[in-house]
Structures are given as C-alpha cells and as structure tokens.
C-alpha cells in the first residue's frame, strides 16, 4: 500500500525548535520529489518546502525561509522538517506529500500523509 | 506570495454541473499549464483531481475536468453527487520556484 506517515507534531514555546518526519512506503522514494504542506487550523493550504529526488535542489516558501530546512534520506524512506525559531502563525496540521515528478519545481501532488499537528504557544 | 484567487462557496443541485475558477497572474497560473486541483473533505487530507490543468489521475471520476485561459483556471464537475461536497483548491507555481495554492472553494451540493 502506498502510504506516508507523519510524525513529530506537537506543542512548543515561541522560540523553539521541532523536527516532523515522514516515513514513506508503497512506492520507489528516490524516484520522487517530496514536499511539506500546512494548513492552519480552519484555513487553507499553504505549501512550505519542497525538495528534489537527489536533495540536489530545494525550493522554500518565504513565509519560513531561513527557519525551515527539509531534508530526506532515500536509504530510510524518510523525509525530514527541521523547524526553528517557530512563531505562533506556525501553528497548522503539517503533511507530507509526494511530488508527480522528480524535481521539486513540478507542484502537483499525489499522495499525502494524513499529517501532524504543530502547535506554537506559550 | 499571495494565494490564488477562489471563490469562497458555491452550491449547486446534485446532477447539474458547476465550475470553480482560479485566478492568478502571468507569473503562475498563466505561466505554465502546471495547474493542479485537490478535493478536501472534512479532516481528510487533500486529493489530488487534476494536474497539469486537464489530466485526471488513475481513478478520479471523468465527472471531473480542467481548463485554462490566460490567467484563469477553471475545474468543472458534471453530474454532481452527494459525495462531491468538500473543499476545492487549486495549485500552481510562481515561475517554477515556489508552489502556490488556492484559497480554497467550498462546494456545497443542495
């Protein structure tokens, strides 16, 4: 079965940092880009990152560049969401999704994680 | 980066037909024909019902379609059915570096 799991989600102080992952199976990994995609509690979507098959190119949304990385280990199956100095606009449900294509820069997206919740308070 | 622009609701009868538009600029939606739409029902995550402004994924309904012109995208269900009512976003690029989604469209089906 194609799947995406996600995990790491949580509740943490203004400031601080967290690292969601995503555990892919059901499919090749390193054949395909894969991205981070938010959304905020009653709102909509909001992509985030995204980064090509080889981690040879990663595209970052404005909104979290510099306090975001994402990153992925083909070995693992794995793709990966360091979060830094997070703020309470953050706060949202956080998928995993895979790209249609092997670069990053081709944004449809065909199979997602049901998500993880991140939540920035004090 | 703003969002591309949805209308917030639209409602229709079951059995008709209804479009949802998608307006941006030259530099995403009219600057390729990368646009993708996804359904989201409640506490669920999206899925993906056309990408590359009219092609359907394996197993989307052919009640489902996409077209574009210039800076406007447009996603047409036929023949609507109980189980169409969700949210409706559509998905592009600005000038292939950054992804860019919809606001979103709430589809109610009376």
């Known amino acids: 079965e194609v799947q995406l799991v996600e995990s790491g989600g949580g509740l943490v102080q203004p400031g601080r940092s967290l690292r969601l992952s995503c555990a892919a199976s059901?499919?090749?990994?390193?054949?395909?880009?894969m991205h981070w995609v938010r959304q905020a509690p009653g709102k909509g979507l909001e992509w985030v990152l995204g980064i090509s098959w080889n981690s040879g190119a990663i595209g970052y949304a404005d909104s979290v560049k510099g306090r975001f990385t994402i990153s992925r280990d083909n070995a693992k199956k794995s793709l990966y969401l360091q979060m830094n100095s997070l703020r309470p606009e953050d706060t949202a449900l956080y998928y995993c999704?895979?790209?249609?294509?092997?670069?990053?820069?081709?944004?449809?997206?065909?199979?997602w994680g049901q998500g993880t919740m991140v939540t920035v308070s004090s | 980066q703003s969002a591309l622009t949805q209308p917030a609701s639209v409602s229709e009868s079951p059995g008709q037909s209804i479009t949802i538009s998608c307006t941006g600029s030259s530099s995403d939606v009219g600057g390729d024909n990368y646009v993708s739409w996804y359904q989201q029902h409640p506490g669920k995550a999206p899925k993906l019902m056309i990408y590359d402004v009219s092609k359907r994924p394996s197993g989307v309904s052919n009640r489902f379609s996409g077209s574009k012109s210039a800076n406007t995208a447009s996603l047409t269900i036929s023949g609507l059915q109980a189980e169409d009512e969700a949210d409706y976003y559509c998905s592009s690029d600005i000038s292939s570096s950054t992804g860019l989604f919809g606001g979103g469209t709430k589809l109610t089906v009376l």
């Open positions: 999704a895979k790209g249609l294509s092997s670069t990053y820069y081709y944004y449809a997206f065909d199979i």
């Open positions: 059901g499919f090749t990994f390193d054949d395909y880009a």
